[in-house]
């Protein structure tokens, strides 16, 4: 049996009986041995024909027939294995010279390199061109295809640089293994081919899905997009003192489950601010020992006065504001920041919470030479001192999510005004209108029935304004269901804000808990 141009051909009988015993198994293994030296004789053409004057003294000057044998294509490479095996090296793409020449199975043309198209990275890629291989990517049995030029994409990544993802490469099977999560991987893969495009699935959980992106090395800003894709604040970048003591004093004092003993001076904040509320309060309390400022001519009282000095209130008010002061002044010696420190809401709202004492005890001799404008100032300052439950959000996780919903709701709180503002004006014209003829009517302009209106719209109804003629009874009627109708519009959204922001906290509360103990997955690459 030998070879023919163009089907096999036998010189016997024989061996055209023979061709009937011939099992399939063997025909298709010749035919796939006779594809294969095609193929080779085809490549060998094409790296002749670029590049003629490298190989013009080590290969024949005539070119392999497509119509020649097997044995006749391969002995060119027999007798120059040196030269021969350099240039199949650069027909199949393994070489340097030879990466922009991949043939199409069963084509004659050369497929060279497509340029990036609008790759995040194509910069980065430091002029090397990727042939569009395909590579093939086993992940727990499940085997994903894709280009190399894909993949390239971000260079920087696992799987787009060539000697990160080597590691995992197995020679047997021709393919990089991964022993990982299949289902997340399928979003990653969509990362490469959609140019930055984060979308997880419903049935992978958050933690999964962030410690997959972590492990293959995704960067920082891919993060940040998936955070905003599912709906998260953008994470602060946090900030820390350089500085080994400040470092030190800055741990204890922002973040509480830092250590115990920052536990610990937690702790002592919340009581002291406790202590502090409940003293405001108290205070307020009327006592027969109570000394009374009045005014000898007009009889006025100016100011009720103790004696401050020697009141109970006064001390357990200066040790509280001693602690908010040390508090105040490590935090902002420790701080990173001066600037971000000094125009934090919480930190403004510390030091309102105790310059009132300070202005009261250095100016209350003055204040009593002045005028009663000066009592009023003191007043207001000495009211400012409530402000100190808010100091509470610090510590309280719960207080923060209601702040995060009130900031996301703001545009829902205008809108329920505006339509409070509307139906404010249309009833208490209304309602003066109505019982403008009643002699005994309270409604007497329309600005005093805007108390009347308001209280109903709320479903308040103090009783104190009520309308006396029938018409003036349906207008309030009305006034009562249409406030029911304008005060439920805005509640979904806003307690739809608040599960969003809850189930955040919680989600991000059970990936810090998962997370501790765990090797980072960086560190594994």
């Avoid at 099992?23 to 080779?40: C, F, I, M």
């Avoid at 093939?136 to 499940?142: E, H, K, P, Y």
């Avoid at 510590?395 to 900031?407: A, D, P």
């Avoid at 018409?471 to 249409?482: N, S």
């Amino acid at each position: 049996m030998r070879f023919g141009g163009r089907r096999h051909r036998y010189e016997s009988s024989d061996d055209a009986d023979s061709i009937d015993s011939m099992s399939v198994q063997q025909k298709n293994k010749e035919k796939e041995e006779w594809k294969w030296a095609q193929s080779l004789a085809r490549r060998l053409e094409q790296v002749l024909n670029v590049h003629p004057e490298k190989y013009q003294n080590g290969c024949s000057s005539q070119r392999p027939s497509r119509q020649s044998s097997p044995d006749q294509l391969l002995a060119p490479t027999r007798s120059r294995s040196a030269d021969f095996g350099r240039a199949a090296e650069m027909a199949s793409g393994h070489s340097e010279e030879g990466k922009g020449m991949l043939l199409r199975n069963g084509d004659d043309k050369v497929r060279h390199p497509s340029p990036q198209r609008g790759t995040p990275d194509s910069s980065s890629t430091q002029g090397h061109q990727y042939a569009d291989q395909i590579v093939t990517i086993n992940v727990s049995g499940m085997r994903f295809q894709t280009y190399e030029s894909t993949l390239a994409r971000y260079p920087n990544s696992l799987l787009g640089d060539p000697s990160k993802r080597q590691n995992y490469f197995v020679p047997d099977t021709n393919e990089f293994f991964f022993d990982r999560h299949r289902t997340t991987f399928e979003s990653i893969l969509y990362i490469y081919q959609s140019g930055g495009r984060v979308k997880r699935p419903e049935i992978v959980p958050i933690d999964v899905f962030l410690r997959e992106m972590r492990f293959y090395q995704m960067g920082d800003e891919l993060l940040e997009e998936f955070w905003i894709a599912e709906g998260y604040e953008k994470p602060n970048e946090v900030m820390m003192p350089t500085n080994k003591t400040q470092r030190k004093i800055w741990e204890l004092m922002e973040y509480p489950d830092s250590s115990l003993s920052a536990r610990i001076i937690a702790f002592i904040s919340i009581a002291v601010i406790a202590l502090s509320i409940i003293s405001f309060c108290w205070e307020t309390v009327p006592s027969d020992n109570d000394e009374k400022l009045v005014n000898i001519t007009t009889g006025e009282m100016i100011e009720e006065m103790d004696e401050k000095h020697y009141s109970p209130f006064f001390w357990i008010e200066l040790m509280c504001i001693l602690w908010f002061t040390i508090e105040l002044i490590l935090r902002f010696i420790s701080c990173p920041c001066k600037v971000v420190f000094a125009t934090s809401i919480l930190n403004i709202i510390d030091f309102v919470a105790i310059a009132p004492f300070f202005v009261n005890f250095f100016f209350a001799d003055t204040s009593k030479s002045n005028s009663s404008m000066s009592f009023a100032v003191l007043r207001v300052l000495r009211l400012v001192r409530v402000f100190r439950v808010f100091k509470l959000s610090r510590h309280s996780v719960g207080l923060q999510i209601l702040g995060k919903t009130f900031r996301s709701s703001v545009q829902e709180f205008c809108l329920l005004i505006f339509f409070m503002a509307i139906a404010l004006v249309l009833f208490a014209s209304g309602m003066y209108f109505a019982e403008q003829g009643e002699p005994n009517s309270k409604f007497t302009s329309i600005p005093a029935s805007f108390w009347f209106v308001l209280v109903t719209m709320t479903t308040v109804g103090y009783g104190d304004l009520v309308p006396l003629s029938p018409f003036g009874k349906v207008v309030g009627g009305m006034c009562a269901m249409i406030g029911v109708l304008t005060l439920a519009l805005p509640v979904p959204i806003i307690v739809a804000n608040f599960k969003h922001f809850y189930r955040q906290e919680n989600r991000l509360a059970s990936m810090k808990n998962t997370s501790k103990g765990e090797p980072e997955d960086d560190d594994i690459a």
